[in-house]
Nanobody
Framework: QLQLVESGGGLVQPGGSLRLSCATSRFTLDYYNIGWFRQAPGKEREGVSCISSNDGSTNYADSVKGRFTISRDKAKNTVYLQMSSLEPEDAGVYYC??????????????????WGQGTQVTVSS
């Protein structure tokens, strides 16, 4: 397992920003498709964004387009999710996940094999 570790969650007011990080010391994340997912209480886990390994292409859920940005820092072996203009509906536990069997990343949780433990994001005034 990759032992992915998420960090950067916290409490933020509506309209605020957070940057989440996904890292591992065991493997080179650049070789994997990485997805960010979130799960609110009582709801299914949903895909937020992903970044492909082969060409760096990205994908976003419609609900976060224009507000969230996914990126890689190869030197730090870290994938980030920059979240801006946060809304209460963005709250939940955010997970990163990795897989390396598909050519391009997807926002379906069923396509991913390795998951982090999650980081809580709370959006409230």
């Amino acid at each position: 397992q990759l032992q992915l570790v998420e960090s950067g969650g916290g409490l933020v007011q509506p309209g605020g920003s957070l940057r989440l990080s996904c890292a591992t010391s065991r493997f080179t994340l650049d070789y994997y498709n990485i997805g960010w997912f979130r799960q609110a209480p009582g709801k299914e886990r949903e895909g937020v964004s992903c970044i492909s390994s082969n060409d760096g292409s990205t994908n976003y859920a419609d609900s976060v387009k224009g507000r969230f940005t996914i990126s890689r820092d190869k030197a730090k072996n870290t994938v980030y999710l920059q979240m801006s203009s946060l809304e209460p509906e963005d709250a939940g536990v955010y997970y990163c996940a990795a897989e390396n069997t598909n050519l391009y990343c997807s926002n379906s949780p069923y396509d991913y094999d390795d998951w982090g433990q999650g980081t809580q994001v709370t959006v409230s005034s």
